[in-house]
């Protein structure tokens, strides 16, 4: 198929869950089109907006707004078609993670980081509510980068070390482990920074208390215990395979020798057709 479903990153739009007094769906529209102006620090006229309603709370709708310049659409659109494809949506980042790895509703508030190439990005999610998203500097580039000036390696160098040691204290002599400590400790900052900022705009509900790592980064060994230590909360590898025939999927996979945790983003992109949401 020449169709394509195209990703955003989520440093080039903008997102908010606002909420909507009233239940009258016939000014529901310029409601939200209202406050999400207040939100989004661009002008709306000069991006195409969407929204979704992802809960009731009272009299109240709580709605997800999502907004991309339409200099940055345009541009991917004019760049796909010349390529010779054809793109029939365009879709925020997060929302594509996080239907790959939670599915459509998390029953408790989750955070997943993605771990790339050149960033990482933090997504809260609670029910079928994206409610928090960010990006953050630490990546693998990064990574690689601390390894190589701490420990005089090349980058080439570097990368091969992180994947045969990895955080594991019995490999290397645990010198990943050391060297990335500091750089580890920022993340668990930001991290429960995230959290707490969302559990102080939800007092009274549940707090965050499972974090899912995935992207190329979650090939990290032992990166889920040493992220537990430090954050004090559980820690899982995601399953970016988990909505598809596993089985054919992970033989697939072995076979090209790659781990699923690198297409975790293109699974969630194609999923969309297939799964019905609110998000």
Not at 12 to 18: G, R
Request: proline residues 3%; charged residues 25%; aromatic residues 6%.
């Amino acid at each position: 198929t020449k169709r394509v479903t195209v990703n955003i990153p989520d440093q080039q739009t903008f997102t908010k869950v606002i909420t909507i007094a009233g239940n009258n769906p016939e000014i529901l529209s310029d409601s939200v089109w209202r406050e999400a102006a207040k939100h989004i620090p661009i002008d709306l006229d000069e991006a195409y907006v969407d929204w979704q309603v992802t809960g009731v709370r009272g009299s109240e709708r709580l709605v997800f707004v999502a907004a991309v310049p339409k200099q940055v659409a345009d541009d991917l659109s004019e760049v796909i078609a010349i390529s010779g494809y054809e793109p029939v949506a365009f879709e925020v980042e997060s929302v594509a993670l996080v239907r790959a790895i939670i599915g459509t509703v998390s029953p408790s508030p989750t955070l997943l980081i993605d771990f790339g190439h050149s960033k990482s990005n933090l997504t809260i999610v609670d029910k079928d509510a994206l409610e928090l998203t960010m990006t953050i500097p630490l990546s693998g580039d990064t990574i690689n980068q601390t390894i190589s000036q701490k420990l005089k390696l090349s980058i080439e160098q570097a990368e091969k070390a992180k994947i045969q040691c990895g955080l594991d204290k019995e490999k290397c002599k645990g010198a990943l482990r050391i060297v990335l400590d500091a750089a580890l400790d920022d993340l668990a900052y930001k991290i429960t920074d995230a959290i707490d900022f969302y559990t102080a705009k939800h007092t009274g509900g549940s707090s965050v208390d499972t974090i899912i790592v995935t992207g190329g980064g979650a090939n990290f060994l032992n990166i889920e215990e040493v992220l537990s230590v430090k954050t004090k909360k559980r820690v899982l590898a995601g399953n970016s395979l988990a909505l598809l025939n596993e089985t054919s999927a992970r033989a697939f996979l072995a076979k090209k020798k790659v781990s699923p945790h690198f297409f975790t983003l293109a699974i969630g992109l194609a999923l969309r057709s297939f799964i019905k949401e609110n998000v």
